[in-house]
């Protein structure tokens, strides 16, 4: 993204009207954008500072801003139910997604998981992304384009129960609805130490992807939900807003160890949860 004090062209524009009415652009020489509050040039929109406020040719107010990350992501064509910001900025930094580094996804979707994984990533990162579904791959593709965030993405179409290309990725995604079914894989495409992260609407697809992360050998997993509470910002009547961002899904993450046979790590093994392991009922 640019992060010039002006607008220029090609920038992604967001346009905030009355009661908070929002539109993400991208800014073209010769453009105009068009709503029912009226119409305005792209021309006139460029080369204004960020934060100014802007005009329709009906008269109708508007802030001309950048977007953020989270503001694309709730604006996305979607064929899926996407990941919402909440969870999505827990998950970088627990997975400690840095700039340089090569991350792993399997079940595209819409997109927002792999755009906000491949900002995090830098210029000198990469995105590898798998999805089973051509239509559902080609809106990811098209969002991810539109954001200009295409150079640093692959887009695999694939079914994971056949495995990955890659190895020793630094951090691997999982948003599938069994994802219990293909630990394995991502071990298999994990270097030795790497992040694991996964999402499960239920608690049953919990437990059976804790079996399945402690058979195959991941370690220090950790179950949580995220809740979000917005509050009124007016000074006067400070409080709750009428609606909450709540159970969107439980996250759960883990690290690929390597236990060794030596007898003077048994305890640390047990305590980590990779030592006996029943077998799922």
């Known amino acids: 993204m640019n992060f010039s004090s002006h607008a220029r062209e090609n920038d992604i524009a967001q346009l905030v009207g009355l009661s908070h009415k929002h539109f993400i652009i991208t800014l073209k020489a010769g453009a105009d954008f068009q709503s029912h509050r009226g119409v305005l040039q792209h021309d006139d929109l460029i080369g204004k500072p960020w934060g100014s406020q802007v005009y329709s040719h009906m008269g109708s107010p508007f802030f001309l801003l950048q977007p953020s990350v989270a503001d694309l992501l709730i604006n996305l064509k979607r064929g899926t139910q996407i990941l919402y910001p909440k969870d999505i900025g827990y998950i970088l930094m627990t997975m400690g997604i840095a700039p340089g580094q090569h991350v792993m996804e399997a079940g595209t979707g819409s997109g927002s998981m792999t755009i906000s994984l491949a900002n995090a990533v830098g210029h000198e990162g990469r995105v590898t992304s798998y999805e089973q579904k051509q239509d559902t791959q080609n809106l990811a593709r098209k969002n991810i384009e539109r954001v200009g965030l295409a150079s640093r993405v692959d887009l695999k179409l694939r079914d994971i129960q056949l495995g990955f290309d890659e190895t020793d990725a630094d ?56 809740l979000l509470r917005h509050f009124k910002t007016e000074p006067a009547r400070i409080r709750p807003t009428d609606r909450m961002v709540a159970h969107t899904g439980f996250l759960i993450f883990a690290r690929r160890i390597e236990p060794s046979t030596d007898t003077r790590g048994d305890e640390l093994i047990d305590e980590v949860g990779v030592g006996s392991i029943p077998e799922y009922q």
């Open 171 to 226: 951090a691997f995604f999982l948003d599938v609805q069994n994802p219990y079914d293909y630990i394995p894989q991502v071990r298999a495409a994990l270097k030795p130490g790497g992040f694991f992260c996964t999402i499960a609407p239920t608690f049953n697809q919990i437990e059976k992807t804790l079996y399945a992360l402690k058979k195959n050998k991941f370690a220090f997993v950790e179950v949580c939900e995220i």
